[in-house]
């Protein structure tokens, strides 16, 4: 597995904006997608966003459509999420993750698709 790296979590006043980023390191890799991910105190890992490497078509829950913005660095080989608008509920860990490959009927929204995963990013917004 290629390692993946977050950071850039912290704690940031609702409204605020704040960019966590996802570096694999290691090696020269090729991702077909990147995906975010997040999983607040007792609630399950749920889907935040997710782009293909390669034209980079992006997808997003419907909970942080037009406030979240997922891109990539093919040079740096990281993947951003900027957080713009951020609400208390957008409090959780951020996981970023890597799918190697295409398959008929992925689904980037689904966790169990992703191959490689981050350790994880605290995110907390008050209030």
């Known amino acids: 597995q290629v390692p993946l790296v977050e950071s850039g979590g912290g704690l940031v006043q609702a409204g605020g904006s704040l960019r966590v980023s996802c570096v694999a390191s290691?090696?020269?890799?090729?991702?077909?997608?990147m995906g975010w991910f997040r999983q607040a105190p007792g609630k399950e890992r749920e889907f935040v966003a997710a782009i293909k490497w390669s034209g980079g078509i992006a997808y997003y829950a419907d909970s942080v459509k037009g406030r979240f913005t997922i891109s990539r660095d093919s040079a740096k080989n990281t993947v951003y999420l900027q957080m713009n608008s951020l609400k208390p509920e957008d409090t959780a860990v951020y996981y970023c993750a890597g799918r190697y490959s295409y398959s008929i009927g992925l689904i980037l929204s689904n966790a169990p698709e992703y191959d490689s995963w981050g350790q994880g990013t605290q995110v907390t917004v008050s209030s």
């Open positions: 290691g090696r020269t890799f090729s991702f077909f997608a």
